[in-house]
């Protein structure tokens, strides 16, 4: 079993070749296999299928802007331990690319949203130099329906590394795919509640796509026209935001938990509307709102309902 990385087009290609006869991946020396997933959201996710075999540890760590992460040396040698990385992928984590090729070795590598096709990403956002995101909109956990795929990638993929495990995985990843499913449900209930004609976001870069498909939301602008929290806009995309606050009556604006407020704030002052800031999009907290990955959604799913009503 090998890993290649392809570096072409500047682009992160993760792809995993199967070789007959080839055995599980390597496992650490207390023969348990080592399990790292990006992101805190990722590796609750992962844990909840991994169950009490395996431990799963995140690479960003709580509160961390994968947009703007800064990776550490220690991230290297995380990296390097591991038997299996759980990405996104869809470029989500184009921090990952110098970490991979520094920690060496072979690992297998779980692409969350392996057969997923992802929305194109916004022609107003081609100019984020960031990184461009040529690949689609990565942010598909927003949609817990399509998180069951991500559950039915990572419980193959942990079957494949650790195959004595892999009845545990198949029930865990059940009972948990029926949590989804509930959670699904809550959120059609609770967006019921809303107006239609109030169903509209207005957020500080493009997250929202999957969700607002999925629940019937209509997506009035984005303050950053980019998928990335770190680009900037122009005073002429301000103009078009407030305009376009305007003429749609939304009522408020969102943000994530990292994102400066500032020009949310100005945008507000402008037009009226409210701000409501503090939505857990990208990472999970050390205890209360957003524990988990359900939690956190159910958490954002109140305050955008609250915001809207």
């Known amino acids: ?24 991946v390597p496992q650490s020396g207390d023969s348990a296999v080592s399990v790292l997933a990006s992101t805190s959201f990722l ?5 909840n299928v991994a169950g009490d075999r395996l431990a799963v540890e995140s690479l960003l760590p709580i509160g961390a802007d994968p ?5 550490a040396p220690a ?29 060496g070795g072979e690992r297998l590598v779980i692409e969350a949203t392996e057969g997923l096709t992802p929305h194109a990403m916004d022609e107003h956002a081609e100019g984020d130099e960031d990184h461009a995101h040529e690949a689609g909109d990565p942010h598909m956990w927003l949609d817990p329906n399509l998180v069951i795929a991500y559950v039915e990638n990572i419980r193959d993929g942990l079957s494949e590394a650790d195959p004595e495990g892999a009845d545990t995985y198949k029930a865990n990843a ?27 976001l207005v957020t500080n870069h493009e997250t929202f796509g999957y969700f607002a498909g999925r629940y019937g939301f209509t997506v009035v602008d984005t303050i950053l026209p980019s998928f990335s929290s770190e680009a900037g806009a122009s005073a002429r995309e301000v103009a078009s935001a407030i305009d376009a606050v305007k003429t749609s009556g939304a009522p408020a604006i969102f943000l994530g938990e990292v994102e400066n407020a500032d020009l949310a704030e100005q945008i507000a002052n402008e037009t009226g509307v409210k701000v409501v800031d503090g939505l857990y999009l990208e990472t999970l907290t050390d205890g209360a709102p957003a524990a988990t990955y359900i939690e956190m959604m159910k958490y954002n799913v109140a305050q955008i309902v609250e915001g809207l009503k």
């Open 1 to 24: 079993m090998k890993t290649f990385f392809n570096k072409g087009n500047g682009l992160l290609i993760l792809a995993l070749l199967f070789l007959a006869g080839c055995g599980s």
């Open 174 to 200: 059940g009972a948990y795919i029926a949590q989804l499913r509930e959670l699904d449900a809550f959120i059609r209930e609770q967006v019921e509640t809303i107006p239609a004609e109030r169903r509209l």
């Open 75 to 103: 991230d290297v040698s995380k990296i390097a331990e591991s038997d299996v990385l759980i990405l996104n992928g869809i470029e989500y984590e184009h921090f990952i690319e110098l970490l991979l090729e520094n920690a």
């Open 43 to 47: 590796a609750d996710i992962a844990q």
């Open 67 to 71: 947009h703007a992460y800064q990776a």
